[in-house]
C-alpha cells in the first residue's frame, strides 16, 4: 500500500527542508525522505560525539538575500551568536594570516620571494590569458603564476583530486570573484595598519575578506532540527533511515510513484504529484524508471568526499582561528578546524579541545577504505607535525565520512549538467531540482535555500514562474557577516530572473 502525498521531498538538507518548511506552512501536504537514519541537514548538520558538537565542514551563516535572514531567524529565533572569522594559511612550517596581512606576508615570504610574486603579477596583467578556460588560467591571471603555486595550486589539488589545469575556471570565478591581487593588497594593508573600517554604503564586500559571521550556538544542526520539528508540527512528515531507490511518472495522471528502502531492507512506496530532489543529480537519474536519455551525462559528473577526524585533547589553551588551511604538500590533511572557536557550547569541557581534521578523498581509494584506527593516527601524526596538538594529549577521536561532499567543476560538467536539464525539464514537469548535488553547484547553504523558496513559489503558482537556475551563486550575496544581514534587512530583496 502506498503513501499519498502532494509534494515529496528527496533529502533533508537545507534545501530540502527549507521546501518542506515553507510548503508546510502554506497548509501544503509534504513528506520529506532521507537517507540517513539518525540526523537531518545533510552536509549540514552537527555531529554529536560524547557530548562534543563537530560540523562536517564549517557553515557560516550569512546572506544579503532579506528572505534567508527572515527564514533563520523565523526557524531559530533565539540560537544565533555573532563569532569573529578568523583564519590562517599554513605553508612551508609558517603560518599566514588570511586575509593576508601584508607585513606577516612580506616578513614570512621574504623580501626576494615578495618582490618575484609582485614581479609575476604585474606580468600576468600585461599578458593575460584572454579567454580563461581552467582554475590555474584563472588564478594566474587574478595573481599571477607565482602566488598562484604558493598559495593555490597545492590546496585546490588537495581539495580536488584533479589538477589545476583539469578544473573549470567557473569555480574560481564562483568562489573568489571580485578578488585579485591588486584588492588583496589592499586590504592587506589597511589590516595591517589597523585602518580597516566598515565598508561603504554601496560598497561590495569580497565574500573572501568578511570578519564575522552568525552561528547557532550548538552548531547548524540546530537549524535543521528545528526547521525538521516545524515541518512535523505543521502536518508534514520527515521520514529518517529512507533511501529513494526508484521513481517513475505516469504523464496520464500525472502522478510520481516513489520507492523507498531501509536500510533493514524494507520498503515503502509513495505517491505524489510534485517531487523536489536534493539529492545527488548522478543518484537520482539513476533512479528514474524508465532510464532518461541523459543517464550517460548524469554518470559523467563527478564528486569529491570527505573525512573529519575530530581529535579531542587535553588542554584549553587551543589557537583562536576557527579554521586553517593546510597549503603545504609534506601533509594530506586539507584543513583544521577548531570547534570551540566555532562555539564555546561545541566543547564541554573548558578544559579539553576539539580539533576536526579534514582529509579530501574519493569514495572507495585508500583514504576513504582506511580503517579508523588508521586515519586517527595520521590525524595524530599530522596535527604533531603542524604543532597545533601533541599526540600524547589526544585522548578520543571519532572519524566521520561524507561521501558526495562537493560536486566536481570538471571541464566537462556544465555541458553534462546542460545536457541533463534540457532531459528532465521536457520529460517531467513535476521533478523539481534544489540545492548543491541537487544542481551541480557547488554554493553556500543560503543559495540552497534560495532555490528551494523560489521551487516553492513556483509549485504554489502550478507553473515554472521563476528560474531556478538564475539564482546567483556568488558574491552577490557577500559574506559580511551580522552586519551584512543587518543591511540586507534593510534592502536586498530576492528577485531572480522569471522563465519568459
Not at 513556483?458 to 551584512?484: C, F, H, K, P, T
Request: charge should be positive; glycine fraction near 8%.
Amino acid at each position: 500500500m502506498s503513501l499519498h502525498t502532494e509534494t515529496l521531498i528527496i533529502g533533508a538538507g537545507p534545501a530540502g527542508l527549507t521546501a518542506a518548511y515553507l510548503l508546510a506552512k502554506a497548509g501544503r501536504q509534504v513528506t520529506v525522505l532521507e537517507r540517513d537514519p539518525l540526523r537531518v541537514g545533510g552536509i549540514s548538520r552537527t555531529v554529536e560525539y560524547n557530548g562534543y558538537l563537530f560540523d562536517i565542514g564549517g557553515h557560516r551563516f550569512f546572506s544579503k538575500s532579506k528572505e534567508v535572514v527572515d527564514l533563520w531567524n523565523e526557524i531559530l529565533p533565539d540560537d544565533f551568536i555573532e563569532r569573529p572569522r578568523l583564519s590562517r594559511i599554513y605553508y612551508k612550517g609558517r603560518y599566514y594570516a588570511y586575509p593576508l596581512k601584508a607585513f606577516e606576508a612580506l616578513r614570512n615570504l621574504g623580501l626576494w620571494q615578495s618582490a618575484a610574486c609582485i614581479a609575476s603579477y604585474l606580468y600576468a596583467r600585461a599578458r593575460p590569458v584572454r579567454e580563461p578556460r581552467s582554475f590555474h588560467d584563472w588564478v594566474r591571471n587574478q595573481f599571477g603564476e607565482r602566488l598562484f603555486s604558493i598559495f593555490f595550486k597545492t590546496y585546490t589539488e588537495k581539495v580536488w583530486g584533479l589538477s589545476c589545469d583539469a578544473i573549470s575556471a567557473d569555480w574560481a570565478a564562483q568562489r573568489i570573484k571580485g578578488l585579485d591581487l591588486g584588492a588583496a593588497i589592499r586590504d592587506a594593508l589597511t589590516r595591517s595598519l589597523g585602518l580597516r573600517g566598515r565598508p561603504k554604503a554601496g560598497e561590495p564586500v569580497i565574500k573572501t575578506l568578511i570578519e564575522s559571521f552568525r552561528y547557532p550556538r550548538r552548531g547548524p544542526g540546530m537549524m535543521w532540527e528545528a526547521a525538521a520539528a516545524a515541518v512535523r508540527d505543521g502536518g508534514g512528515r520527515v521520514l529518517l533511515g529512507l533511501g529513494v531507490e526508484s521513481l517513475s511518472f505516469d504523464p496520464g495522471c500525472g502522478l510520481w510513484t516513489i520507492g523507498a528502502r531501509r536500510q533493514d531492507g524494507s520498503r515503502e512506496t509513495f505517491t505524489a504529484r510534485h517531487v523536489v530532489s536534493s539529492a545527488a543529480i548522478q543518484d537520482l537519474v539513476a533512479a528514474l524508471r524508465p532510464a532518461p536519455l541523459s543517464t550517460f551525462h548524469a554518470r559523467a559528473l563527478g564528486y569529491r568526499d570527505f573525512i573529519t577526524v575530530a581529535l579531542i585533547a587535553r588542554g584549553a589553551e587551543d589557537f583562536l582561528d576557527n579554521w586553517i588551511y593546510i597549503h603545504d604538500p609534506s601533509v594530506k590533511v586539507g584543513r583544521v578546524q577548531n570547534f570551540r572557536s566555532w562555539s564555546p557550547e561545541m566543547v564541554p569541557d573548558p578544559t579539553y579541545t576539539c580539533l576536526g581534521l579534514e582529509y579530501f578523498c574519493f569514495e572507495g581509494d585508500g583514504l576513504w577504505n582506511a580503517a579508523d584506527s588508521e586515519l586517527v593516527d595520521l590525524a595524530k601524526r599530522e596535527i604533531a607535525q603542524i604543532g597545533l596538538i601533541r599526540p600524547e594529549d589526544v585522548v578520543d577521536a571519532c572519524v566521520v565520512r561524507q561521501p558526495k561532499a562537493y560536486p566536481v567543476y570538471d571541464e566537462a560538467y556544465r555541458d553534462n549538467v546542460a545536457a541533463i536539464r534540457r532531459d528532465l525539464e521536457t520529460t517531467y514537469p513535476t521533478l523539481h531540482l534544489v540545492g548543491r548535488n541537487g544542481m551541480h553547484k557547488y554554493n553556500n547553504q543560503d543559495h540552497a535555500m534560495m532555490t528551494a523558496m523560489l521551487t516553492v513559489r513556483n509549485i504554489l503558482a502550478g507553473q515554472r514562474l521563476y528560474d531556478v537556475w538564475s539564482v546567483n551563486e556568488d558574491a552577490e550575496y557577500a559574506e559580511a557577516g551580522l552586519s551584512g544581514a543587518r543591511e540586507a534587512l534593510r534592502s536586498e530583496r530576492l528577485v531572480p530572473r522569471k522563465v519568459a
